[in-house]
């Protein structure tokens, strides 16, 4: 059975004669539908239909566009058994906590929220200089595609999460790309938002399904004259590669590339609690496999005795601990990879547990060591992300030196700082915090990074190449929104003729 694409609010047979099939990743099992790798020609359409469904978006009313989010949350509520079920299927991720009681209630949430902007209309920024009769506000910006994750089947899928939520909030239709390890679980979400669609009055293709296209087609997608801005999360090649193609075309794209998540921990606070700072860090770093974007991947240290006992309670646990999950074949291998660069670097091998035997894709959990003065002989290779279940610490000599570790830093997502409660290293947090700030999206204090909330202050993003626009956030609605909109300026246009929002 090959199953249909989503254009034009119809199901129907792709025009491509490849298919693939998903695996699950717990068994090493391939699962019984088959999908088809589209070809250009069903790009083709559905560009079309999105366009077409874009000049009807844009002037519809936000009542109607807040009632398909609030149809569609109701609808992911209602069938929440039968999509966890196949998530976990296609992800291994846990049923319980992860996807049903934490991811899809998340995603929920922010379709609702999503409604919630709509109906207010605050993102759109209008403003009005009465004396000149100028105003401007933003409006909706055209077509968007969405290409989703691997690690977040529902939160960041290409059919319910933030980036599509964001799009069609500001008036967008979106043509969804899932991930190829997850695609009966964007079909499900797919049928569930062509319902709401119609239930709410909407254009037919103001959601449409690709599941998966040829390197070239999803190059040439980004760049087409139709669409009008992009999202993509993923890994740092397949992004880049499509950067330059819609760079080159003059077209948006946002993008999550990579990221370490520098964690610094101080002594003073090793001591006052540094069993429990290590119980926080492993449950951080070894949670879901390590699959987080906001994986604490690098960990800076100063030299002393509490970071000695901190290292050897740390490597205890990550011997002791489950052996990493992971989700496909792929992320098994890249990760093996980075872990061998690193160690080619110069790592030091510190802690590695066993590998889970019932697992199709597993990998021990790994822990690795390296000098600050042989980490800045080579910052680059030693900020390698090794996405999944391994992670690096780095020992300084001094604060100085730390510092220097932080000023070689990439772009980040996040940035955490731990220091003693008693206020006994705040000059050090201050000179270290100085260099980490501009380095991040987000700065933490005394918590670990992987928890992404739904708020409105939220920013996940920052510098390259955490994402390619450091003014942007993927989550946090209503500035998420603004990613998908254009400025529209009237100039001593009359007043029956404005936007209502920017009327007198």
């Known amino acids: 059975m090959i199953r ?8 129907r047979p792709s025009s491509g004669t490849e298919t693939f099939q998903a695996v699950n990743p717990l068994t090493g099992d391939t699962l019984p539908a088959q999908f088809p790798i589209s070809t250009w020609d069903d790009c083709d359409r559905a560009l079309t239909a999105a366009a077409a469904a874009f000049e009807v978006l844009r002037e519809t009313p936000g009542d109607r566009i807040a009632a398909f989010f609030d149809r569609y949350a109701e609808s992911l509520q209602e069938h929440a058994d039968e999509l966890v079920a196949q998530a976990h299927l296609e992800s291994g991720l846990p ?31 209008p403003t009005i200089d009465a004396a000149a009769n100028i105003r401007s506000y933003l409006a909706p910006i055209g077509p968007v595609c969405v290409f989703g994750p691997s690690n977040f089947p529902f939160a960041f899928g290409a059919v319910a999460g933030g980036d599509f939520a964001a799009a069609i909030a500001a008036g967008n239709p979106v043509i969804a790309k899932a991930h190829p390890l997850h695609p009966e679980t964007a079909r499900m979400l797919a049928v569930l938002a062509v319902e709401a669609l119609r239930d709410a009055g909407l254009p037919s ?31 740092k090649p397949s992004g880049l590669r499509l ?27 090793l001591a006052e609690r540094g069993p429990q700072l290590a119980t926080e860090f492993c449950d951080s770093a070894l949670m879901g496999g390590g699959q987080f974007c906001t994986n604490p991947g690098i960990v800076l240290l100063l030299a002393s005795e509490p970071t000695e006992a901190f290292i050897r ?94 000023r070689a830093l990439e772009g980040n997502l996040t940035g955490c700082i731990y220091s003693a409660k008693d206020g ?26 992987t928890g992404v909330a739904v708020s409105p202050a939220m920013n996940h993003g920052g510098p390259y190449p955490a994402t390619g626009n450091p003014h942007f956030t993927a989550v946090g609605i209503p500035a998420s929104i603004r990613r998908f909109t254009a400025l529209h300026c009237f100039d001593n246009v009359r007043q029956h003729r404005l936007p209502a929002c920017l009327r007198d």
């Open 424 to 449: 006994s290293e705040d000059a050090d947090y201050d000179a270290l915090a100085h260099v980490l700030r501009p380095r991040v999206g987000r700065l933490l204090n005394d918590k670990m990074p």
């Open 95 to 125: 049923t319980t906590p992860r996807l049903r009681d934490v991811e899809l209630p998340r995603t929920i949430n922010q379709l609702r929220l999503a409604a919630e902007a709509v109906r207010d209309g605050g993102w759109r920024l």
């Open 243 to 269: 950067k330059r193609a819609a760079d080159d075309a003059g077209k948006l794209i946002f993008l999550e590339l990579s990221s370490t998540n520098p964690v610094v921990i101080l002594p003073g606070v």
């Open 4 to 11: 249909d694409i989503l254009v034009d609010g119809s199901w």
């Open 313 to 406: 309670d740390v490597s205890q646990q990550y011997q002791a601990r489950p052996a990493g999950r992971l989700m496909s074949a792929g992320v098994v291998a890249a990760l093996n990879a980075s872990v061998a660069t690193l160690r080619t670097a110069g790592a030091a091998l510190i802690a590695e547990g066993s590998a889970a035997d019932t697992a199709a894709f597993t990998h021990a959990n790994t822990l690795l060591r390296v000098s600050a003065s042989d980490w800045l002989g080579q910052p680059q290779t030693f900020q390698t992300e090794a996405f999944g279940n391994a992670s690096l610490f780095v020992v300084a000599a001094s604060v100085a030196e730390a510092s220097e570790v932080l």
């Open 205 to 235: 293709a103001t959601v449409q399904l690709l599941y998966h296209l040829k390197p070239e087609d999803g190059e040439r997608l980004v760049s087409d004259h139709r669409i009008a801005a992009s999202a993509f999360t993923g890994s």
